[in-house]
């Protein structure tokens, strides 16, 4: 079996580390700068976010060799930026900021089961 078929199931997981990953970051913004006079909320749709990276629709074909291959999170995340243009809610952030954290959780837990079965499977063959 190729390894990328055996290590094939943990590209969406990774993309979506890498999204929540991403959201913490501006909902800590978003609280940070919450007496910024001005300020805006700034987030995106996780869901949108991931369904795009992973048809891949967030990934540039690179037409010379010495371009720079961009990230399709970062790709991603810049086309599903959120056009909502309100004043910074405390309690909703916190509460989207717990909803990630404990989503971010779920992925790297079940990233480790993957990776005990793959080495179970590893221990259990050699015997």
């Not at 690179?62 to 990230?71: F, G, P, Q, V």
């Amino acid at each position: 079996m190729p390894v990328n078929k055996l290590y094939g199931g943990l590209q969406p997981m990774e993309q979506a580390l890498n999204l929540r990953y991403e959201r913490q970051g501006l909902i800590q913004s978003n609280i940070a700068n919450m007496e910024t006079p001005g300020y805006t909320v700034q987030d995106f749709s996780f869901e949108k976010a991931m369904a795009t990276a992973s048809l891949n629709q967030g990934t540039l074909s690179r037409t010379h060799k010495k371009h720079i291959d961009l990230d399709p999170v970062a790709a991603t995340m810049s086309q599903e930026f959120s056009k909502e243009k309100r004043p910074v809610d405390l309690d909703e952030e916190m509460v989207k900021l717990a909803e990630n954290q404990m989503m971010y959780e779920i992925v790297t837990r079940m990233i480790g089961k993957k990776v005990d079965g793959i080495k179970y499977a590893i221990d259990e063959g050699g015997k």
